[in-house]
C-alpha cells in the first residue's frame, strides 16, 4: 500500500521568510496529492491540493510542486505569517481511494 | 449548512465500555471515513464508506465497528474500549477528491 513520509517534523521561521515541507511517496499509481492545516484543536482543512497531471500550483502565498519521477511532492509558503503557525499535513491518494496522510509538520513563525 | 458535525465532542470512558461516535453531512457525499489522530503519527484511517450500506476496513480497523443505514450519517463503534484507544477521532465525507473533516471527537479511555 501507499506510505507517505513527510519532513521535517518542525520548522521554525522569522516572520517574513519562506517555509518549505517536503513528502514522499511510494505507490507511483497515486494522483491525487493534498495539503491539510491543522490549527490547535481544530479540524484540518484542505489549503491547497495538485493532480498529477500539474507539476505546479499557486495560491497567492502558497505553492505546491510535484515530481512524479521522484515521488515528492513539496509545500512552499511565501512572507510567512504568525497565523501560518500550524500543523501541515500531506496526503497521497489514487483517484477515488482513499487518503494516506504523512506524518505532519509543526510550524513555528516567530514574529 | 453545517456540514460535517461529530457527536460528543468529549467522552471518557472506562476500558472495558461500549460507545457509538455518530458523524454526520449535509452535502450530499457519496464518501465517509472515520479518521484517528495520535501525537506524531498524523491521521490514520480506521474504516470508510464509499456509498450508503457499504463498509470498508482502512489502515487501523481492529476494535472498531461501522456502520452507514443512511447515506449522511456514519457511526463509528467501539464495542470494548482500551487505552490504546485514547485518541481524538475525526469524521470526514467527500464527493470525490476533497474531503471535508468534523470537529473531532476527543475520547479518553481510563
Known amino acids: 500500500g501507499e506510505n507517505v513520509e513527510q519532513h521535517p517534523s518542525t520548522l521554525s521561521v522569522q516572520e517574513g521568510d519562506s517555509a518549505v515541507i517536503k513528502c514522499t511517496y511510494s505507490?507511483?499509481?497515486?494522483?491525487?496529492f493534498p495539503w491539510y492545516k491543522q490549527e490547535l484543536g481544530k479540524r484540518p482543512q484542505l489549503i491547497i491540493d495538485?493532480?498529477?497531471?500539474?507539476g505546479e500550483k499557486k495560491d497567492q502565498r502558497i505553492a505546491v510542486t510535484l515530481n512524479k519521477t521522484a515521488k515528492h511532492f513539496s509545500l512552499h509558503i511565501t512572507e510567512t505569517q504568525p497565523e501560518d503557525s500550524a500543523v501541515y499535513f500531506c496526503?497521497?491518494?489514487?483517484?477515488?481511494?482513499?487518503?494516506?496522510f504523512g506524518a505532519g509538520t509543526i510550524l513555528r513563525v516567530k514574529s | 449548512n453545517a456540514g460535517v458535525t461529530q457527536t460528543p465532542k468529549f467522552r471518557v470512558l472506562k476500558t472495558g465500555q461500549s460507545m457509538t461516535l455518530l458523524c454526520a453531512q449535509d452535502?450530499?457525499?457519496?464518501?465517509m471515513y472515520w479518521y484517528r489522530q495520535d501525537p506524531g503519527m498524523g491521521l490514520r484511517l480506521i474504516h470508510y464508506?464509499?456509498?450508503?450500506?457499504?463498509?470498508a476496513k482502512g489502515e487501523v480497523p481492529d476494535g472498531y465497528n461501522v456502520s452507514r443505514l443512511k447515506k449522511q450519517n456514519f457511526l463509528l463503534g467501539l464495542e470494548s474500549a482500551a487505552p490504546s484507544q485514547t485518541s481524538v477521532y475525526f469524521c470526514?465525507?467527500?464527493?470525490?477528491?476533497?474531503?471535508?473533516f468534523g470537529p473531532g471527537t476527543r475520547l479518553t479511555v481510563l
Open positions: 495538485i493532480r498529477s497531471n500539474v
Open positions: 464508506s464509499v456509498g450508503e450500506g457499504t463498509t
Open positions: 505507490d507511483s499509481a497515486s494522483n491525487y
Open positions: 470526514a465525507s467527500s464527493k470525490a477528491d476533497e474531503q471535508f
Open positions: 496526503a497521497a491518494s489514487k483517484r477515488g481511494n482513499k487518503l494516506v
Open positions: 452535502m450530499n457525499h457519496e464518501y
